[in-house]
T-cell receptor, first 110, second 112 residues
Framework: DGGITQSPKYLFRKEGQNVTLSCEQN?????MYWYRQDPGQGLRLIYY???????QKGDIAEGYSVSREKKESFPLTVTSAQKNPTAFYLC?????????FGPGTRLLVL | QKEVEQDPGPLSVPEGAIVSLNCTYS??????FMWYRQYSRKGPELLMY????GNKEDGRFTAQVDKSSKYISLFIRDSQPSDSATYLC????????????FGKGITLSVRP
């Protein structure tokens, strides 16, 4: 089955800890995206990558980092600098005008 | 002014009702218009996609774009309880692999 997978489904972060969210796609899409969703806020773009080994900051990149070493993978690290990380994180990919989303990772702070 | 504004909701309708969901946008450069449906605790799924002005129909769903008014709509006919979800409009300026700008979403509840 073609699609986007995200893991883990739930992630708990301790104060001062960096955590990494996984995103993998087998749709052969060039572009990949990370969004953060908070209640009542809609989707906000964190980072995006239109090609391997290249990525750009979105609207709320502070406290986050990414890498794009492979076409299929676009992991997101939530660093200790992100003071309010509790949210639903969504990964997406696109090969045209539309984007396709993964199932999401819910990050909670202990 | 925000680039895209969506009616805030929530919206509750009886089963079988016709539902109208709406967004407005501010920049005439936007050319691609999408509607996503998101069930609770799930990722959004693409429901409808249109380019430029006009209507597009898919089963009980119709997407309508009026570029002169900068207004997009999603109509749901014969609404079902399974349509209960959050609906997000999304717009982009260019075609392939471009950034999307999302509305905040409206939560629809269809009562049996």
């Amino acid at each position: 089955d073609g699609g986007i997978t995200q893991s883990p489904k739930y992630l708990f972060r301790k104060e001062g800890q960096n955590v990494t969210l996984s995103c993998e796609q087998n749709l052969n899409h060039d572009a990949m995206y990370w969004y953060r969703q908070d209640p009542g806020q809609g989707l906000r773009l964190i980072y995006y990558s239109q090609i391997v080994n290249d990525f750009q900051k979105g609207d709320i990149a502070e406290g986050y980092s990414v890498s794009r070493e492979k076409k299929e993978s676009f992991p997101l690290t939530v660093t200790s600098a992100q003071k309010n990380p509790t949210a639903f994180y969504l990964c997406a990919s696109s090969g045209g005008p539309t984007q396709y989303f993964g199932p999401g990772t819910r990050l909670l702070v202990l | 002014q925000k680039e895209v504004e969506q009616d805030p909701g929530p919206l509750s309708v009886p089963e079988g009702a016709i539902v109208s969901l709406n967004c407005t946008y501010s920049n005439s450069a936007f050319q691609y218009f999408m509607w996503y449906r998101q069930y609770s605790r799930k990722g959004p799924e693409l429901l409808m996609y249109t380019y430029s002005s006009g209507n597009k129909e898919d089963g009980r769903f119709t997407a309508q774009v009026d570029k002169s008014s900068k207004y997009i709509s999603l109509f749901i006919r014969d609404s079902q309880p399974s349509d209960s979800a959050t609906y997000l409009c999304a717009i982009s300026r260019t075609g392939a692999n471009s950034k999307l700008t999302f509305g905040k979403g409206i939560t629809l509840s269809v009562r049996p």
